[in-house]
């Protein structure tokens, strides 16, 4: 029993741990981020729930790869704190980032298969470059994570040789190759069709429980996203316009969200990346935009 006090015939009594309070396993207070003097992020907070799938949507170009970065340390905030476990990121040395990054398993965007590797090998790669293995057992590793995606059949056969969504399948086992505890996917979804995202979506779900993982998931699919998410954080020019679960986030009056829910292609985010004004670049457009 948590807490209670417990007799150990003859010895000693040792207080069993009771189980911390749970902090969020990623929290961002106050973060700014910028590249440049353009700020991506600026005072941004949010907390990604222990256990939970957590999805990070917003706008192109609003941000969402920059906060995976931040999480994974490879870009500080030039404010605030990224917590991951209830350590700052940006405030640990080489030694403790690398042991950080070893819990995260991170689904890049675009992230493409080694072409010049078999399935086998791709998802091996991890194993090799960051334990000390033996052959047989990288081997056993492999396969169970190939069999958690449904793919341990396709071990021989190259990336030329494989769907995009099986690929995707592939770079998901890679992923969690070396048993993360935090995964984080960058647009799981794009380019597949609705048969496969429907089958990456539920993968990643079940995964997420069965694994006991945390799960971050930036994606501009939001009903499938909505459908698996347990939790949404939707960031809109620079800061947070929503946070809930999916259905708290589909009922939010704030005009950003609703623009992003409504999938409107303009509104309180801009549809132009900032630059200047349209008649510096064209002169005097009869019936331009203002
Ligand atoms: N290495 C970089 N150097 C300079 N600017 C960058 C760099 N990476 C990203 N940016 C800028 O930062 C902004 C946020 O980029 P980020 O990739 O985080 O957006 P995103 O939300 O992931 O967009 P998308 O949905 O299109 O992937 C963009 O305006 C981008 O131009
Ligand atoms: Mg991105």
């Known amino acids: ?24 396993f990623v929290e961002f207070r106050d973060v700014k ?3 440049g003097a353009r700020a ?3 005072g941004v907070s949010f907390a990604v729930p222990r256990g939970k799938v957590t999805a990070l949507m917003g706008a192109s170009g609003g941000g ?53 590797m078999s399935v086998f090998d791709n998802v091996a790669f991890p194993l090799r470059e960051h334990t000390q293995l033996s052959e047989a057992l990288v081997r056993d590793v492999v396969l ?10 396709a071990r021989d056969l190259m990336p030329s040789e494989v769907s995009g969504g099986m690929a995707r399948r592939v770079a998901l086992a890679r992923a969690i190759a070396l048993d993360p505890d935090l995964v984080m996917y960058d647009e799981p979804f794009a380019g597949l069709d609705p048969i496969s995202l429907g089958t990456a979506a539920r993968l990643i779900r079940q995964l997420n429980d069965a694994l006991g993982l945390t799960s971050i998931i930036v994606s501009h699919d939001l009903e499938e996203t909505f459908r698996i998410a347990d939790h949404v954080i939707i960031l809109a020019n620079g800061g947070i316009a929503a946070q809930g679960t999916p259905a708290e986030v589909r009922e939010s009056a704030d005009p950003l969200v609703h623009q992003f829910v409504n999938a409107l292609p303009d509104g309180p ?22």
């Open 33 to 35: 981020f910028g590249y």
């Open 144 to 153: 169970m994570k190939l069999d958690a995606v449904g793919l341990r059949g």
């Open 40 to 42: 991506i992020l600026d």
């Open 269 to 290: 985010v801009h549809f132009h990346y900032p630059g200047v004004s349209i008649e510096d670049d064209f002169g005097n457009v009869e019936g331009g935009r203002s």
């Open 1 to 24: 029993m948590p807490g209670c006090l417990k007799e150990r015939p003859g010895f000693f009594i040792e207080m069993d741990t009771a189980p911390s309070p749970p902090h969020p």
């Open 64 to 116: 969402k790869t920059t906060v995976l970065r931040l999480i994974g340390g490879q870009q500080k905030a030039q404010r605030g704190e990224v917590l991951f476990d209830g350590s700052d990121v940006g405030g640990l040395d080489a030694g403790a980032l690398y042991a950080a990054r070893r819990r995260m398993g991170m689904l890049f965007q675009f992230g493409a298969l080694f072409t010049d």
